[in-house]
């Protein structure tokens, strides 16, 4: 593949039997704990995404070093910031991409400094990199700003079982993501710890962990979520796609993708085998009067992840809509709010922004591009993949830096190869 272009092209039939990655998601989280459960060998079936594997090697030869450099894992920056304070008698700064010393994690330090951790700014203030002397935390009662991203408050919960007082977490206005916080949970306890919400608060009881026989990640649904998309979009009634092994009963919020997408004229199949994707039944022209008839709402501040591709499937089939809850766009890979609102005018369709955490768009404000538009990913995985299925309307569409999926979804190109035409 070239790594500074794909063009795509796409044949006319979406015929595809996929076996989609496991969640990144819940490897970060599942290695955090087994981790703190003083164990090894216990997870299956691992992503082999770059955010997987930079935690893999901060918890193997990165422990080792001083210096800890994990890419542009967001999740590794946040869930080892939690760990290394922990880790009595061990000395790390821990750093990443140019990128990663922009995004925020002041919240997170200052939870920790309120329990006693020891932990200094190596570069601006409220960034990283950090330098982190871990110390034996009692635990305690710590409050947090939960808007802003709930891979902080997931952090705390991790350690809280292995503080000998546990964690009680005073959760300070809207929590961001309560899905991921609920999965946090849920993984949590099947490794043995005792975790209790109360109202706006957390309360973690100590007793460490359980060491389990095996943990066995589920698979991506927020990979699933562009195979959504390409149905939605691909011009065959007859679109069939098998997504192997995912399944409603999971703990990943985004799989409210189902139900997003169901907006759109997707339909969803479950066997035991896995999801089967079709178009919906019902005549285009039935749907098409539904959305003409009122704007559609989606609220996103549960499932971030799922907007770019979204947006980008809904503006293409021709969807009024008003999408909220995006405030944490603008602290991911990029700021996803201003590489949606630019990379979409190059497909001729103007979303507007809002306010701060609000996206709309109307079928007036589309005029499709004449020709194929070369789409900027800023370094963003969710931006390439979010705009693939574009080129089932834009023959030829290019996608820039494409090799950066591997921070998620490595096999994605892989995995599209199968509805692309001969060259």
């Known amino acids: 593949m070239n790594t500074d272009s794909l063009v795509l092209r796409f044949r006319p039939q979406l015929r595809a039997d996929i076996s989609l990655p496991p969640s990144k998601s ?48 967001g999740t590794a920056m946040r869930f080892l910031t939690a760990f290394f304070a922990t880790r009595e008698g061990e000395e790390h700064v821990l750093t990443g991409t140019p990128r990663m010393l922009q995004r925020p994690i002041g919240p997170l330090v200052d939870a920790f400094r309120s329990l006693g951790a020891d932990i ?50 005073e959760l300070e206005g809207t929590v961001a993501s309560l899905p991921y916080i609920i999965m946090t949970q849920r993984l ?7 975790v209790e919400r109360r109202g706006a608060s ?91 008839e009122s704007v ?15 947006v980008v499937a809904a503006a293409l089939r021709g969807v009024p809509f008003r999408m909220t809850g995006l405030e944490s766009l603008k602290i991911k890979e990029t700021d996803r709010i201003a590489a949606l609102i630019s990379e979409m005018r190059k497909l001729g369709c103007i979303v507007r922004q809002e306010d701060e955490g609000t996206l709309s768009f109307s079928p007036s404000d589309y005029r499709p591009s004449a020709s194929p538009p070369r789409i900027d990913t800023f370094d963003d995985h969710r931006m390439a993949m979010a705009f693939a299925p574009a080129a089932w309307q834009f023959p030829g569409l290019t996608i820039m830096q494409p090799q950066v999926v591997t921070k998620s979804y490595p096999r994605f190109w892989h995995d599209l190869s199968c509805l692309l035409q001969e060259d």
């Open 188 to 194: 949590m306890e099947q490794w043995g710890a005792r």
């Open 26 to 73: 819940i490897s970060a989280r599942a290695l955090i704990v087994q981790a703190l459960a003083g164990v090894s060998e216990r997870v299956e079936n691992l992503s082999d995404c770059d955010d997987t594997l930079a935690m893999l090697r901060a918890l193997g030869e990165g422990r080792r070093e001083e210096m800890v450099d994990i890419g542009a894992s």
């Open 296 to 310: 559609q709402t989606f609220s996103m501040g549960d499932c971030p992840d799922l907007a770019q591709g979204l």
């Open 120 to 169: 200094d700014y190596a570069g601006e203030t409220g960034f990283p990199p950090l330098r982190i002397r871990g110390r034996r935390l009692l635990g305690g009662r710590v409050s947090i700003a939960a808007h802003v991203s709930s891979q902080y408050i997931s952090a705390l919960m991790m350690v809280g079982p292995i503080l000998p007082r546990g964690l009680e977490i």
């Open 202 to 292: 957390l309360c973690v009881k100590p007793g460490g962990y359980q060491p389990v026989a095996t943990y066995r990640i589920e698979p991506d649904w927020s990979a699933a979520s562009y195979w959504f998309s390409l149905v939605a979009l691909s011009p065959d009634a007859n679109a069939r796609v098998w997504l192997r092994g995912l399944s409603l009963r999971s703990i990943q919020g985004d799989s409210v993708c189902a139900e997003l997408f169901r907006t759109l004229g997707v339909d969803m199949q479950e066997t035991a085998e896995g999801i089967v994707l079709t178009k919906n039944a019902e005549p285009e022209t039935a749907l098409r009067q539904a959305w003409s």
